[in-house]
C-alpha cells in the first residue's frame, strides 16, 4: 500500500524477506508519522493465525525494532523503512473486511513485530480503530517502551502477549542488546492493571533452556496472577537465510532445533508453578 493508500495491502508471510519498502518516503513524513500514527510501516499481513492470540488472527506485523536478539527470526524487521507504508485510514479498512469472520471465529486483531510500541501512536490508534469496529485486540511486545502507553491507551488492547526472553539480566544484555529491567516494569504494570497477558518464550537449546533461569522466570510470571498462559516456542533456523541476505553476522548456524524432549521439560517448569504451558 502507498501513502495515499491506492495499492492493496497484501497477505504475506512474515518469513518472507523484505527490504526498502518505504524508500522514498522523505524523514519529515516519517517523523510526522511517528508523532501522530497517521501513518504505520508494516512488514506484512497474515490472515488465519492460530498461533498469535485467541481465536483466528489478523496480524499486522510491524517494521522497526530497537533490539538485537541473536535468534531474531526476521531481522529484515529491525528497520522501519523496510516496511511497507501504510495510512492509518487504510489499515482501518482493511480491519473492517474482516470484522465478521473474526468475530464466527473468536479470534480477532493482532499487531506484531518488529516492535510495535516503536510506532506507539500508530499502534495505539489502530488498536482503538479495531475496538471501534468491535474487534478483539492483542499486543505482541517484548515491553521496553510499554511506558510509552497510557492507562486508557493500555484499555484498548485485551490481551498482551509479553515475549520474555531471558531471566538473567547480564545474559538478557547478551541476548538482547538491551537490558530486562523495563520489560520486567511492564509486567509488573500489567499485573496491577489485571490486563490478560500470554507469556512467550523462545527456546534456544545451550542459549536459552538454562533450567535455573526458567524456574525464576516462572516463579516471576506465577507471582504476576495475570498471565492466562505461557507459549513455549521452540526455535527454528526458519530465519537464517535473512542474516544471509541482509550480511548480518548470525551466530546460531549450529544450534540445532530446540528438541520436543526439552519443549516438555521447560511446559513442565512452568506448571510446577501452577501456569497453563504449551
Ligand atoms: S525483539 Fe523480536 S523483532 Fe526485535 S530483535 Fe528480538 S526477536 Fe527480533
Redesign the pocket.
Known amino acids: 500500500m502507498s501513502l495515499d493508500g491506492d495499492v492493496q495491502l497484501e497477505s504475506k508471510s512474515p518469513f518472507e524477506l523484505r527490504v526498502n519498502l518505504s524508500k522514498g518516503v522523505s524523514e519529515s513524513a516519517v517523523k510526522r508519522a511517528l508523532e501522530t500514527g497517521d501513518m504505520g510501516f508494516l512488514h506484512s499481513f497474515t490472515t488465519g493465525s492460530t498461533v498469535d492470540g485467541p481465536g483466528v488472527r489478523l496480524v499486522a506485523w510491524t517494521a522497526g525494532?530497537?533490539?538485537?536478539?541473536v535468534?531474531?527470526?526476521?531481522?529484515d524487521?529491525?528497520n522501519m523503512m523496510n516496511g511497507m507504508p501504510v495510512t492509518l485510514e487504510r489499515a482501518i479498512e482493511e480491519l473492517a473486511k474482516y470484522r465478521h469472520g473474526l468475530k464466527i471465529m473468536s479470534g480477532g486483531f493482532t499487531l506484531s513485530?518488529?516492535?510495535p510500541l516503536m510506532q506507539d501512536r500508530f499502534a495505539v490508534r489502530l488498536f482503538s480503530g479495531a475496538r471501534a469496529l468491535g474487534i478483539h485486540t492483542a499486543l505482541d511486545t517484548?515491553g521496553?517502551l510499554g511506558s510509552r502507553l497510557s492507562d486508557e491507551e493500555l484499555d484498548q488492547i485485551d490481551v498482551v502477549l509479553l515475549?520474555m526472553?531471558m531471566w538473567d539480566p547480564a545474559r538478557h544484555q547478551n541476548l538482547?542488546?538491551k537490558e530486562v529491567g523495563p520489560t520486567l516494569d511492564f509486567a509488573r504494570r500489567l499485573s496491577r492493571r489485571n490486563k490478560a497477558v500470554w507469556l512467550r518464550y523462545?527456546l534456544v537449546p545451550g542459549l536459552t533452556d538454562d533450567e535455573n533461569d526458567i524456574n525464576q522466570l516462572a516463579a516471576f510470571a506465577a507471582g504476576l496472577g495475570n498471565v492466562k498462559r505461557v507459549d513455549v516456542l521452540p526455535f527454528h533456523q526458519m530465519g537464517r537465510y535473512k542474516w544471509k541476505e541482509l550480511n548480518l553476522n548470525y551466530t546460531l548456524n549450529d544450534v540445532p532445533p530446540a528438541p520436543p524432549e526439552l519443549v516438555k521439560r521447560t511446559c513442565d517448569q512452568f506448571r510446577a508453578v501452577g501456569l497453563k504451558a504449551f
Open positions: 525494532c530497537h533490539w538485537r536478539c535468534y531474531c527470526h526476521n531481522p524487521t529491525w513485530g518488529g516492535e517484548n521496553h515475549d526472553k538482547t542488546g523462545v
